[in-house]
């Protein structure tokens, strides 16, 4: 069965810093990947996607993420992070078979400090 | 691009009674829907998929007659929490397979007092 892994539950970055968030999946062939953020009380609004071909892919806000086979990853970075920013995040991964569930990590609760 | 608007936006209803929760695809068609459901802080679990003209499909644990679930057209998705409780409080959204990937509705905020 698939899965997806988000490491780190809570991240802290001051306004203009770097970001990373890490996601680590676990699925058989070739998995649909998606970055999604949430807002307080909201739903989900998709950052990027990978499917196939290149690996870095390019989203909404000035983030990327590329995934990387040999390491099970799909990691999200935006190189300077806005206060805009604060949300939480969800990676997700797809079976992209019949079923086309999609199964999200538990997601990182981003705080940017000012 | 596709849109699934989802109502009520939140809900409290006494214990005992129904809710009904509608997903509608404003500009396409949903043949699929997944309907998750979310506790505070914590991730999206799937609870169903339904597709058009047929029974819903359930994931393990979740109680089908108490989340009924119909999905009637192509464009109309609802779920109905049947006699709710307290503990069925919880953050309910729907989302849509489209062509490139996922479209979510904002979700509905259920609270059974």
């Known amino acids: 069965a698939q899965s997806v892994t988000q490491p780190d539950i809570h991240i802290t970055v001051s306004e203009g810093a770097s970001l990373e968030l890490r996601c680590n999946y676990s699925?058989?062939?070739?998995?649909?990947l998606f970055w999604y953020v949430q807002s307080p009380g909201q739903g989900l609004q998709l950052l990027l996607k990978y499917f196939s071909g290149d690996t870095l892919v390019q989203g909404i806000k000035g983030f990327e993420a590329e995934f990387k086979r040999s390491q099970s990853s799909f990691n999200l970075r935006k190189p300077s992070v806005h206060w805009s920013d604060a949300a939480e995040y969800f990676c997700?991964?797809?079976?992209?078979?019949?079923?086309?569930?999609?199964?999200f990590g538990t997601g990182t609760q981003l705080k940017v400090e000012l | 691009g596709a849109v699934v608007s989802q109502h009520p936006s939140w809900v409290i209803c006494k214990s005992g009674t129904s809710v009904k929760i509608e997903c509608r695809s404003l500009?396409?068609?949903?043949?699929?829907m997944f309907w998750y459901r979310q506790f505070p802080k914590q991730s999206l679990m799937l609870m169903a998929t339904?597709?058009?003209?047929?029974?819903?499909?359930?994931e393990q644990g979740v109680e089908k007659d108490k989340f009924l679930i119909n999905h009637a057209s192509l464009t109309l998705s609802t779920l109905t929490v049947t006699s709710a409780h307290p503990e069925d409080s919880s953050f309910y959204i729907c989302s849509a397979r489209v062509q490139d990937g996922y479209t979510f509705g904002s979700g509905t905020r259920l609270t059974v007092v």
């Open positions: 339904s597709n058009e003209g047929s029974k819903a499909t359930y």
């Open positions: 500009d396409f068609q949903a043949t699929t």
């Open positions: 699925y058989g062939a070739t998995p649909y």
């Open positions: 997700a991964v797809g079976d992209g078979g019949g079923g086309n569930k999609l199964t």
